[in-house]
């Protein structure tokens, strides 16, 4: 019995490979990550966890209000909001107001009362809304954290070795900082850049793959829809793109290559029907009414044009400030995390130097969908902006469009079935992946000082004079920091040789033709044998 058992745990540990590591190591990484701010420090946050708790109806923290767009929410929603847009005020202020929700009740419009977001995230979230606000809002983070590692995860599983390093270097070059604040967060726009993401990738593999695997791509494409597109209308409108750039790159002059555009036709018809429940232009307003804070850049501290054509050029020369936002040139959280200049150097330099290598592969699909989706980049803001007479640096975030900056990398990094995108040397590849693994730990150290002491407060040690910190964990500041590092810093080094392979298998259809092929000059040969 002994022997059987010794040669059981010996088979295991002899299919064990560091790879498998690699989901464990992103659920620390993102798991820090959720627990390195308190409740309230995602961006309306006051909003949306409202939104939770009056989904499906009333509860002891939500009643009707006088009208249809407005509750009775408790007070702990708004006393969570404390610190919110002062960068020197630690989060204890909690601990004085107090989180229970058992306090009265204030009378607020501010929640998806209207309708202005749509309402799957809002219901999904409420399945873990109690009566534990803290408790509940944690639940919800960790939710989302595995729902984006569990993608991620059967994506790479199920795509080809040239998919998969899509996957990988698209995600690699788009987190650091903004999407590892927001991913495992409480906003739903987590869930949009997860969303997005994830139904590319699923979208190339559809078309691509074969047999089963072709399947689970297929249904793992149509969760992606429904995850972008019942989070924020705005979701709708980028997973329809991303289907579009998806089977411009894919689509063959061939009957099974139509038929499987039919799948991303239906995906667009879900995000067309989500886009149309929403009230965008509620919800376009609740944007301008909730982001006028100030990047932080200077950008609109200069002379600015008051309108008309001079406004929408002034802001077409800035607008690459709003897209550096999403690697830390503008604050985390409500914008009031300001972040080292160490961060944004390090992350634009990577995504610059991954994203021109992907450009080797290069042919007027692939050319004709970046100019497509940079086009998108440029004019969506510029006319959100123009229209309300802002300028960037105002009002419009850079994590409203953080799910388009995620599709663009993934489009630069994506070639020919087969091929390697992204040719780096061994010394470049080190070099990017240790501005990943600095830019990932001073990120997660400064954000966590932020709510610990307050920025007017420095120093590595999180520890010293920490005024707030979670009851009852297992860890402190500074080992949590820790943590969160070399979690971050393994995972890169379990992925070096999935970024780094040279020989990368081709699509599973290609193997399928291939092989096909390989049996009919076997038969032509001994036929004339």
Known sequence: MADARAGVV?????????????????????????????????PDDDYHLASV???????????????????EVDTAFRHAVCFARSQTVSAQCQERWGLELDGPLYLTNRGNFKGDYPAPYYATMRVFADDDLVKSALTMRLVNTVLFVGLGTALAWLLSGSRRQTLLWGWLTTLIPLGMFIIPSNNPSGWTVTGVGTAYLAALGWMEASGRRRWALGAIYILGVLIASGSRADGAT?????????ALLTLEKSRTSLKRVALLAVGVALAFAFYLTADTAGAAAQTVSSGGVSSG????????????????LYNVLQIPDLWTGVWGTWGLGWLDTPLPALVPWSMV????????SGLAHLNWRKAMSIAGVLSVLFALPVFLLTRSGNVVGDVVQPRYFLPLIVLFAM?????????RAVRLTRTQTALVLLCLAAANALALQVNIRRYVTGTDTQGINLDAGAEWWWDGALLGPTL??????????????VLWPLLRAKDVAPAPELQVRESAGEADHSENVSSRS
């Open 238 to 246: 980028y997973v329809i793109g991303a289907s579009a750039v998806a």
């Open 480 to 493: 949590t920091w820790a943590l969160g590092s070399a979690a971050f810093a393994g995972l890169l080094a």
């Open 10 to 42: 010996r088979g295991v540990t002899n299919r064990l490979r560091w790879i498998h590591l690699a989901p464990i190591l992103a659920m620390l990484t993102l798991g820090v990550w959720a627990f390195a701010s308190p409740v309230g420090a995602g």
């Open 349 to 356: 330099a990577v995504f610059a130097v991954v994203g021109f």
């Open 53 to 71: 708790w009056c989904t499906r109806g009333g509860t002891a923290a939500c009643q009707p209000g006088v009208d249809s767009l407005t509750r």
């Open 297 to 312: 850049s200077g950008v609109g501290e200069s002379a600015e044009p008051t309108g008309g054509a001079a406004l929408a």
């Open 411 to 419: 489009l630069l990094v994506t070639g020919t079935p087969g091929a």
